[in-house]
């Protein structure tokens, strides 16, 4: 493997970012709300799962409310 001198490294790397398409506004706003939206999503999915999984639990072994 060749070793690669600092100076080269920032070089590439300034390179490698002048490539990257980076969103507007609009995308990033849009994006943020549908991750925001799809981990509510998964948050009231697996806390109604874990209800369900206590009370069935807690009725078979036959304690609790």
Do not use: H, N
């Not at 590439?12 to 925001?36: C, F, G, H, I």
């Not at 981990?39 to 999984?53: E, H, K, M, P, V």
Request: glycine share 6%.
């Amino acid at each position: 493997m060749a070793k690669t001198s600092p100076a080269q490294f920032v070089r590439e790397v300034r390179q490698e970012l002048a490539k990257v398409t980076w969103p507007d506004r609009r995308e990033l706003v849009y994006t943020t709300l549908s991750v925001l939206a799809m981990s509510g999503l998964a948050a009231l999915f697996f806390f109604l799962t874990d209800q369900i999984i206590a009370w069935v639990v807690q009725w078979v072994l036959g304690f609790g409310g």
